[in-house]
Each structure stands twice: as structure tokens, then as C-alpha cells.
């Protein structure tokens, strides 16, 4: 990932482009309205169509760019073949899922935002000025995510609720505490800065049984009938295309009760409340939310 210092500067798959690098930018598009996929449906006796769901394709932004190394083609051609690498990176290309970044700084905003998605062009429109370090260069990047997503991503830890069903663990002895001095250290107040829900990322460390955990203002849960062991750690991603439940990394989705939806369980704009609940007796358990803000446009 390159270092963004400047408005308008771009990080391509890990490649800098913009002012004060040697790829100056003279154009960028795709970074409107992405195109929609339509479910209307004509109405067999009348003119006209039933409109249905509407939904976003994939984005595609096309930057019209050049390598300007003048009396230093080498360098020229170091830059182009790192472009090269980044469209061809076999950790992305060969492994279904993966995703690459683009990330744009844009003037008069203080925060950098990203896509994800692949790098899927990169294209030298012609070789003939790269003796004097001048190449000019075609780049496109498919997001598949269409939204804009902020940075830094966002983090809270939260232990365990105390709900007063779980009890204690005998012998008691005093003074009996729930293990945390300040009662807003329970509080998991999250909050998505954008203007789209947000999916979450997350994350408990064992020992836990049957964790539950639920967004306060919008009812959403995700119940799960298991056990984590004090070495166990669950990971759980809600993002479209990358919906998974994984335990110690194997596949423990069959845990969810058939009220939790994936799909669902999104953080909304604004500051909203994480809670969760479960059995654990040595109040080490944690409950890691980690979310990017949303954005319609950048």
C-alpha cells in the first residue's frame, strides 16, 4: 500500500500515481452513478413496465495516465513493470475472492477513500517516446464493490454483557465485581461516519458458549450454538461476496441460528450500539468490531 500525501494522488494496486509522483494524471472516469441492473418487468396487458428492485453493477474506473521519467527510460520502464505485477498478482488473479485496493485522495476532501475489487487493465498506448522516459498509460480498475469505503477501518474490543441470567461461578468471595471498573467500557458505541450501512467485520477470542450478539438499533443478531476454548478465535465477515463464518479458520457457519442473517447484520449511518452476550466464566472473552464508513460517492 503507497503512502497518499497529496490531493489527487491515486494508489493503484500499490503503485502511486498523481502530483509530485512520475505518473502524472491527466483524466479519471467512472467515479459517477455505476451502472444499474434493472428488474422491471412489462406489463403483459398495458403499456409501460412494472418497476422492480434496482440494483448496482460492478465499477469501473479508467485512468488516463503517463510515465514521465525525462532522460531516464530505465526508470520508465522499472514503473511500468510495476503496474505489470499489480494486474498480475498471482495472490489476487489465482485465488477467488481476493480482492486489490484503489485508493484516491480528493481534493478538498481531508480523507482518503478506497474500492475494492481487481486491477484489470494496464495498458502502454505507446512505446515510442519511452527512450526519452515518456509512456503513456490506459488503467482500469474494476470495483466490485461498487461503494466508497473510508480509512482508517475502525476498531472497539468489548467484553462479555453482563445481563444478570449468567450468574457466578462458586466460591464467591468479596468483593464481588463483574470485572470492569467503568460501566461505559460495556458500551460497544459504534460509529459509520458515511452515508451507506456499513458491513462489520468480526472477531471473538475464546473461552465462549453460545455467543449472541446484536445491533441495538436495528434488531439484527447473529445467535451461535457453539463452544470456543481458550485458544479458539471466530471470525465472522459480513461483506457481500465474502459472507463467512470461520472457526480456528474452518468453515462453522451451521452455528447461526436460522434468525441470523449475514446479509442483514450492517452497522447504519451514524453512531448505533454493539452488544453481545455468552457463558464465560473468566471474564477474558473480547468481542473485536472492525467496519470501514460507507459512502455513496467520494
Known amino acids: ?5 497529496r490531493e489527487w494522488q491515486v494508489d493503484f494496486a500499490g503503485v502511486l500515481l498523481g502530483p509530485g509522483t512520475p505518473c502524472p494524471i491527466g483524466d479519471i472516469t467512472g467515479l459517477g452513478t ?7 418487468v412489462e406489463l403483459p396487458t398495458d403499456d409501460g413496465a412494472f418497476p422492480g ?10 485512468i488516463e495516465a503517463g510515465i514521465r521519467t525525462p532522460g531516464d527510460p530505465q526508470a520508465a520502464a522499472d514503473i511500468l513493470s510495476a503496474l505489470h505485477q499489480a494486474a498480475s498478482d498471482p495472490a489476487a ?3 477467488a475472492g481476493a480482492l486489490q485496493t484503489l485508493r484516491v485522495l480528493w481534493p478538498g476532501r481531508e480523507d482518503v477513500k478506497l474500492l475494492y475489487g481487481r486491477v484489470r487493465r494496464v495498458e502502454a ?7 526519452f522516459g515518456w509512456i503513456p498509460l ?3 480498475f474494476t470495483a466490485t464493490d461498487p461503494r466508497w469505503h473510508g480509512e482508517p477501518e475502525q476498531q472497539v474490543t468489548l467484553p462479555l454483557a453482563y445481563t444478570g441470567g449468567i450468574g457466578f461461578k462458586a466460591p464467591v468471595t468479596a468483593p464481588v465485581t463483574t470485572g470492569v471498573a467503568d460501566p461505559t467500557d460495556r458500551k460497544g458505541w459504534v460509529t459509520n461516519n458515511g452515508d451507506l450501512p456499513a458491513w462489520p467485520a468480526l472477531t471473538i477470542k ?15 443478531v447473529l445467535d451461535l450454538a457453539l463452544t470456543l476454548g481458550e485458544n479458539d478465535t471466530l471470525r465472522i465477515d459480513t461483506r457481500p461476496g465474502t459472507r463467512w463464518v470461520l472457526r480456528n479458520g474452518g468453515n462453522a457457519s451451521s452455528a447461526l441460528s436460522a434468525a441470523s442473517r449475514l446479509d442483514l447484520f450492517q452497522l447504519p449511518p451514524g453512531t448505533s450500539e454493539v452488544r453481545w452476550i ?15 464508513d460507507a459512502y455513496t460517492a467520494l
Open 53 to 62: 428492485v434496482d440494483y448496482y453493477s460492478a465499477r469501473t474506473v479508467t
Open 93 to 95: 488473479r489465482k485465488t
Open 138 to 140: 490506459t488503467l482500469e
Open 34 to 40: 455505476p451502472e444499474v441492473r434493472v428488474q422491471d
Open 278 to 292: 455468552g457463558a464465560d466464566y473468566t471474564n477474558s472473552t473480547r468481542l473485536t468490531v472492525s467496519w470501514r
Open 1 to 5: 500500500m503507497a503512502t497518499i500525501t
Open 125 to 131: 498506448v505507446s512505446m515510442a517516446q519511452s527512450v
Open 206 to 220: 475464546g473461552p465462549v458458549v453460545n455467543p449472541r450478539i446484536w445491533i441495538t438499533e436495528t434488531g439484527q
